[in-house]
């Protein structure tokens, strides 16, 4: 037993030499992570105790803590307890589930919804049905990891075209078995914040006989007029676009992820889909609050109306400073910055000035394309805005050498 406790011990000394290892690279490459643990002190985000304005979360449209939607959640965990305690083809599927369901295919249009954990899992689950080892997957270059995984992960060939080029998805089915595969997009690209070219996708699709899937996280809540999202932004409709997916937890504010389609795209899923079988389902609390949060899209127009005003005042403040921005007409606003460390740089000199903004670096953007991923809600006032336009000019120097202390003034 001693031999074996020792041998056991070098495994994990060696183990942990290993993971060492890479982490030191990980630090030396300035890509390294690290997780700030934030706190709600009188509705103010704060970090060891010191309030920040948030300008890097996805809840585009301040519902997360709406009181509506934070009663919905409080009545359902008085009526159903914390937790959905199974699987939900087991005994996790409520009413309270099946209501948000109804609700998420009425809100869109379609016929069924169907709820997954989260988006992650609603991707893996959609295009593992879908698809096969002996099927492909075309997808853009720069979709959500989730999507990319997915097919991986379903062991089709996965084929990638480049961002947003419809002629080169066009080239990459040319010699392709027609009919056995899916082509998928994001509808708002999270990193970079502009728009599928969705009618082009779509005819693409049909004329080649392929499935059409979009994954529309980003969309949801924030495009169409009605907040419908991609779809309706470009008019196009089911026949389209025969798989949906979206997000519960960016516009809608809450958490966890559904499918919408057909009867039979549904029932498949619930049939197939091993992401969907084999987790817990979400808790029903949350379904009630997804539940007053859709109602609100209804109802509170003014909310999208807001947010769009602030994408407007900041992308005229950031092109008056000279600031690299992405064309994204987005909550998601993108300050090109290319080196990592200077992004790592740029993020906490913000911080310093009660801004928080994430620094996002490879792999989750491709190599040399570091940034600021900037994010609005329709939390945010004017003033705030002008308070972070304010910080990126005074600390622009940090990744525009040269250019002196400030960029300028607006």
Known sequence: MRRRGCADGLRSMHLDARLAQRMAALETAALYRHRRATERVEGQTCI??????????????????????????????DNYGVGS??????????????????????????????????????NLGVVATLTNRHGYVLEDRLNHASLL???????????????????????????SDQGEGLIVSDGVFSMDGDLAPLPALCRIARDAGLIFMLDDAHAIGVLGARGRGSIEHHGVDQNDVPV???TLGKAIGTFGAFVAGSDALIEALIQYARTYIYTTAPPPALAEATRAALGLLDEEVWRRDALHALVQQFRRGAQALGLPLLPSATPIQPLLIGEAARA??????????????????PPTVPADSARLRITLSARHQPAQIDQLLDALGAIAQLWLPGRGESVGTR
Do not use: W
């Not at 105790?49 to 959640?73: K, M, Q, T």
């Not at 997915?150 to 066009?170: I, M, S």
């Open 85 to 122: 305690t199974a699987a939900q083809l087991v005994c996790g599927y409520t009413r309270a589930h099946q209501q948000l369901e109804e609700a998420l295919a009425e809100f869109l249009g379609r016929p069924r919804a169907l709820l997954f954990s989260c988006g992650y899992m609603a």
């Open 244 to 246: 949906l997916v979206g």
């Open 149 to 175: 995984d997915a097919a991986q992960l379903a062991g089709a060939r996965l084929r990638r075209y480049a961002h947003a080029d419809v002629n080169a998805l066009a080239a990459r089915l040319e010699g």
């Open 344 to 361: 790592l740089a740029a993020s906490d000199a913000l911080l310093e000035r009660g801004l928080l903004v994430a620094a996002i670096r």
């Open 48 to 77: 060891d105790g010191r309030p920040v304005i948030s300008f890097c979360g996805n809840d585009y449209l301040g519902l997360a803590d709406h009181p509506r939607v934070v009663e919905a959640f409080k009545r359902g965990a």
